[in-house]
């Protein structure tokens, strides 16, 4: 039967998939006792659930190999023995003979009766053994749950999954983005969390907030996921998968829209020249940003090479990455970012410091890299050598205070003094520039800008700190809004700041490549974009729609509202007069 749950839209699209839970412990199961005639019936049910996940395990163990299958088979053996054990299938039948228990309701009284008697061993590994009951039963409860129709499982099996979960860690989703996902469903989280981040970059739709997915969706269900409209529906209907096969034809149009605007110029309605720049740290990235016609890169994140080695990456290592990331834009402009590790970024070598009590406010970014100068100046070293081949910029991450440049530029000095002695080719200028993301660096700008040669926003950071509310707690979206005046103010200050010093601001927080902050961030004054590459296009078609004069007259008006949903409303009223003004002067969107 068709169930519809709603939620919110962390990354829009849709996708038809087959559900996989993630927490399938929180089933809700029926505890109405059976009826004498029921019996049978629901004995032969709990039969097949215990068939269903014995195929499972061997289907399983079939699809593993190499150093994956010597690790897991083991586990995989003993949950088949599990479900083999003659006193938990006679507990199970005695439970539905005689208990009068429903299949779901036997299932977790057995769980939760050998979890208790493990639990209460002395000896640890026995102990520990408590987690394979718990999946085993947690398998057969899910094989037990589906609902699934033939027609459903026929079509199920042509299609990828839809990830059912509390909640999802970005390097969960970014393993499996590889391997047949299709959409998030999450019961938490953030519009604004690392994994809704992760996945508006991968193209993977996703609802966060659907309260009762967990216990509505069961694993094999199909699911059409609406992240459009804000919806799953379990079972769609026929008219349901019509309005899928629709939104892919008018999605495909779309796509060739778009792709014709790859090397179209990035301009407003009114004739501003924008500047569109790509985040990257991968030369897939470095790839799409040069087929969808950025300007350069505006993020290069070093600490990928950090965070996959066990030791540090040498000199030579970073060189040849940072040199191939700069012959790989073929001359366009790139903003190399030092190491910016710490908080939610522990590397493998253990520079970052463990057991800090609040680590996102600990040593991290520049005061990591000031930390260690021998590993900093070797990285500062790779960057010079690389600077040769193309115009490079750097960008140095969470600076709160001058002095940090200063030391910056010292070891930058040094490094440079060394390479002449060693006659390595180097660059004539490095320009170097401090990344706004803490509230102390953006009041008092104007010192840093004594130091900088440009500034870059990170916008994900700065609006953690100025409003005290982390970005992937979902009890404090009302909070954690872009709109939030005070951090219009600070994103104006900062601005206008750079302007009047005749120096480059740009953005690269998540808020560059969202289309519904375009307008805000032309209006308060930016002209400097850094994104996802994947995102580039639909930015550029977005400023074609707008007059960069017509939102600048409003900027005033903006930073004197009260609250976001005032912010909201003006942005909302300023675009939508503008587009009926266009509208009624016959002025078509210019063709690229």
């Known amino acids: ?229 804000g919806e799953a529906v379990v079972h769609p209907t026929a008219q349901d998968l019509s309005r899928y096969r629709a939104w892919q034809r008018e999605a495909a149009i779309e796509g060739r829209r778009l792709a014709k605007l790859a090397n179209a110029p990035t301009r407003t309605r009114d004739g501003v020249d924008i500047g569109l720049l790509a985040n990257a740290e991968t030369s897939i990235d470095v790839a799409m940003a040069r087929a969808r016609g950025a300007d350069g890169v505006g993020l290069y994140r070093t600490e990928f090479l950090f965070l996959k080695h066990k030791g540090l990456p040498s000199e030579d290592e970073q060189f040849i990455a940072y040199r191939d990331l700069v012959m790989g834009m073929g001359g366009l402009p790139v903003t190399i970012r030092t190491l910016d590790l710490g908080a939610d970024k522990a590397d493998a070598a253990g520079l970052s410091l463990r057991g800090e009590d609040n680590p996102a406010l600990g040593v991290r970014g520049v005061r990591l890299s000031l930390r260690y100068p021998a590993v900093f100046t070797t990285q500062i070293r790779a960057i010079l050598r690389a600077a040769c081949y193309g115009p490079v910029r750097v960008l140095v991450p969470m600076v709160t205070q001058p002095d940090e440049l200063i030391a910056v530029r010292t070891l930058f000095k040094l490094a440079r003094q060394d390479l002449k002695r060693e006659n390595i080719d180097l660059p004539e200028k490095l320009p170097l520039g401090a990344m706004i993301e803490v509230p102390a660096a953006a009041i008092n700008v104007r010192a840093l800008l004594e130091y900088a040669d440009f500034l870059a926003i990170g916008t994900n950071d700065l609006a953690q700190y100025v409003l005290a509310a982390d970005r992937g707690n979902d009890a404090l979206e009302n909070i954690y809004n872009p709109l939030q005046p005070a951090l219009l103010r600070l994103l104006s200050h900062v601005i206008s700041a750079g302007r009047r010093a005749k120096k480059p601001v740009s953005l690269c927080g998540e808020i560059a490549g969202d289309v519904n902050f375009t307008a805000l961030l032309l209006m308060l004054g930016l002209c400097e974009f850094s994104m996802h590459p994947g995102q580039i296009l639909q930015v550029r078609d977005r400023l074609a729609t707008l007059d960069h004069a017509e939102l600048r007259r409003h900027a005033a008006r903006l930073l004197r509202v009260h609250t976001h949903e005032q912010a909201e409303a003006l942005l909302n009223d300023v675009v939508n007069a503008s587009e009926a003004l266009n509208q009624c002067a016959g002025r078509e969107r210019p063709v690229a």
């Open 1 to 229: 039967m068709r169930h519809l749950l709603t939620g919110t839209v962390a990354a829009h699209g849709m996708a038809l998939g087959r559900a996989r839970l993630v927490q399938p412990s929180r089933y809700t199961v029926d505890t109405r006792p059976l009826a004498e005639e029921e019996i049978e019936v629901e004995l032969q049910r709990l039969h097949q659930a215990l068939d269903t996940a014995r195929q499972e395990l061997r289907e399983l163990r079939g699809k593993l190999h190499g150093a994956l299958a010597r690790e897991v088979n083991e586990f995989i053996d003993a949950h088949s023995l599990l479900l083999d054990d003659a006193e938990l299938l006679r507990g199970l039948d005695d439970l539905v003979k005689v208990g009068h228990y429903r299949p779901g309701a036997a299932l977790k009284k057995q769980r939760d009766r050998l979890s208790a008697v493990f639990e209460a061993m002395d000896d640890p590994y026995l102990r520990s053994r408590k987690e394979d009951v718990e999946q085993v039963i947690n398998r057969v409860i899910s094989a037990l749950q589906r609902q699934t129709s033939p027609e459903e499982r026929k079509l199920a099996a042509r299609v990828g999954e839809i990830l059912i979960a509390d909640n999802i860690a970005p390097g969960d989703m970014a393993q499996l983005a590889g391997n047949g996902l299709l959409g998030v469903v999450a019961s938490s989280g953030s519009a604004y969390s690392h994994s809704a981040i992760l996945a508006r970059s991968l193209g993977l739709p996703m609802l966060v907030g659907t309260r009762d997915a967990l216990s509505n969706i069961h694993d094999d269900d199909l699911i059409l996921l609406d992240a459009e409209r």
